[in-house]
């Protein structure tokens, strides 16, 4: 898709505003109303069993599922089992939740191991689609040196056992490492590269082929010697992205500077290609250096953004595609931010997209979850989980 950000390099020749020095820290937030916004990406991916016009239904709330945890920065299912949920706690823990009680024993103890605190830490983990008969499971973290690591590891006996590093990318600072490791419909592992840190790219890695900082990233895990390919450059730090179970679309929420916070979408039929998210040429849909973007990869503009008067720091979500509040949130992408704590969901109908903001907000908000049945999960760096519920 050619945007609205190649307009603005080929006819304004990017007169761009200055921006000041790098912040993520909390700022005031106003409340979320509903709107309406086009155009959108026009391509759509046919429609299935759970496509159709987005939940437009009564209220929603949120009912915390558990609480106790240490840092917990993402959670995720595993394949076959349906009543268990993994929370990774970025000190260097994979904790147990079963049937909504937090079990004593980690999964995985990798404390002493990593390096720990601001945005480092141990950030994600993904399960092996065939984790059922092969037990391989993946973590992606930050070691003593503060550089990127996504480590296999195998499930069995008392302790998972490592097998093999499956990737390494020197960090040249600790903030922006990204973190986020998702299996793909098509079945290949996607890390989400931030562009290295300090602020504004100083070094202009996200636009820079030849790093694999600022990147997204895919790999076939099952080829032996495979190497890790570029589908997405120009992204500041997606810490969270996510596919649609249904459609397979990819939704990424990707840290702004100091002034937008955006969510990006790329079409099912589009991932494999390779796409420029804009950063640092633009923060958002605006300009942010005077600088012509890489001539790689399709352009894409944000399908919905904000700014800091809402928040400071995206957290992208999911597309709800549970049974529990289906009527009021089917298809509805949610995300929120980490320093207001506020929610939205948007849904996309063809070139339009609405916004919704909730009458609910989770403090320190890290990451937001699945579970097997689709059912969605909102996390909070004090320690607590909550779950999407219809309210009464």
């Not at 394949?79 to 999964?107: A, H, K, S, T």
């Not at 499956?166 to 986020?180: E, F, R, S, T």
């Not at 900082?213 to 895990?221: A, F, I, Q, S, Y």
């Given at each position: 898709m050619v945007g609205g950000r190649l307009v603005v390099v080929v006819l304004a020749f990017l007169l761009l505003s200055a921006c000041s020095g790098d912040s993520d820290e909390p700022e005031p937030t106003s409340s979320g109303t509903e709107e309406t916004t086009e155009p959108a990406p026009s391509t759509d991916t046919g429609e299935t069993d759970d496509v159709g016009p987005p939940g437009r239904g009564g209220p929603l709330e949120i009912r915390e599922f558990v609480s106790g945890l240490a840092a917990p920065v993402h959670a995720t299912a595993a394949p076959g089992e349906p009543d268990r949920l993994y929370v990774v706690e970025q000190i260097g823990r994979i904790r147990v939740v079963e049937g909504g009680r937090l079990l004593p024993e980690p999964f995985l103890d990798?404390?002493?191991?990593?390096?720990?605190?601001?945005?480092?830490?141990?950030?994600?983990?993904?399960?092996?689609?065939?984790?059922?008969?092969?037990?391989?499971?993946?973590?992606?973290?930050?070691?003593?040196?503060?550089?990127?690591?996504?480590?296999?590891?195998?499930?069995?006996?008392?302790?998972?056992?490592?097998?093999?590093?499956v990737l390494y990318v020197p960090q040249p600072y600790a903030n922006h490492n990204g973190g986020q490791l998702v299996f793909g419909p098509d079945g290949l592992l996607y890390v989400g590269m931030g562009d290295g840190g300090s602020g504004g790219d100083p070094e202009n890695?996200?636009?820079?082929?030849?790093?694999?900082?600022?990147?997204?990233?895919?790999?076939?895990?099952?080829?032996?010697?495979?190497?890790?390919?570029?589908?997405?450059?120009?992204?500041?730090?997606?810490?969270?992205?996510?596919?649609?179970?249904?459609?397979?679309?990819?939704?990424?929420?990707?840290?702004?500077?100091?002034?937008?916070?955006?969510?990006?979408?790329?079409?099912?039929?589009?991932?494999?290609?390779?796409?420029?998210?804009?950063?640092?040429?633009?923060e958002g849909s605006e300009p942010f250096e005077d600088k012509p973007l890489t001539p790689t990869g399709a352009v894409v503009d944000p399908i919905n953004e904000y700014t800091h008067e809402d928040g400071c720091s995206i957290t992208g979500g999911f597309v709800y595609r549970g049974s529990e509040v289906r009527r009021q949130a089917r298809g509805r992408y949610f995300y929120g931010d980490y320093c207001s704590g506020k929610i939205w969901s948007v849904a996309r109908e063809g070139r339009r997209v609405s916004r919704r903001g909730h009458p609910f907000e989770v403090a320190d908000l890290t990451s937001f979850a699945e579970d097997s049945q689709g059912e969605l999960y909102i996390l909070s760096a004090g320690g607590t989980i909550f779950r999407l519920v219809p309210r009464p």
């Amino acid at each position: 898709m050619v945007g609205g950000r190649l307009v603005v390099v080929v006819l304004a020749f990017l007169l761009l505003s200055a921006c000041s020095g790098d912040s993520d820290e909390p700022e005031p937030t106003s409340s979320g109303t509903e709107e309406t916004t086009e155009p959108a990406p026009s391509t759509d991916t046919g429609e299935t069993d759970d496509v159709g016009p987005p939940g437009r239904g009564g209220p929603l709330e949120i009912r915390e599922f558990v609480s106790g945890l240490a840092a917990p920065v993402h959670a995720t299912a595993a394949p076959g089992e349906p009543d268990r949920l993994y929370v990774v706690e970025q000190i260097g823990r994979i904790r147990v939740v079963e049937g909504g009680r937090l079990l004593p024993e980690p999964f995985l103890d990798l404390v002493g191991e990593i390096a720990y605190g601001g945005e480092q830490g141990l950030l994600s983990m993904a399960f092996h689609p065939e984790y059922e008969t092969n037990r391989l499971f993946y973590v992606n973290f930050t070691d003593p040196a503060g550089d990127t690591r996504v480590k296999e590891y195998r499930a069995e006996g008392a302790q998972p056992v490592e097998t093999r590093e499956v990737l390494y990318v020197p960090q040249p600072y600790a903030n922006h490492n990204g973190g986020q490791l998702v299996f793909g419909p098509d079945g290949l592992l996607y890390v989400g590269m931030g562009d290295g840190g300090s602020g504004g790219d100083p070094e202009n890695r996200a636009q820079d082929l030849s790093s694999r900082l600022g990147k997204l990233l895919r790999l076939d895990v099952d080829m032996p010697g495979a190497d890790w390919e570029m589908v997405g450059l120009g992204l500041r730090n997606p810490w969270r992205f996510s596919f649609d179970r249904v459609t397979g679309d990819l939704w990424i929420g990707d840290v702004g500077q100091n002034a937008i916070e955006e969510v990006d979408f790329v079409a099912a039929d589009q991932v494999g290609e390779v796409h420029n998210f804009g950063w640092d040429v633009f923060e958002g849909s605006e300009p942010f250096e005077d600088k012509p973007l890489t001539p790689t990869g399709a352009v894409v503009d944000p399908i919905n953004e904000y700014t800091h008067e809402d928040g400071c720091s995206i957290t992208g979500g999911f597309v709800y595609r549970g049974s529990e509040v289906r009527r009021q949130a089917r298809g509805r992408y949610f995300y929120g931010d980490y320093c207001s704590g506020k929610i939205w969901s948007v849904a996309r109908e063809g070139r339009r997209v609405s916004r919704r903001g909730h009458p609910f907000e989770v403090a320190d908000l890290t990451s937001f979850a699945e579970d097997s049945q689709g059912e969605l999960y909102i996390l909070s760096a004090g320690g607590t989980i909550f779950r999407l519920v219809p309210r009464p």
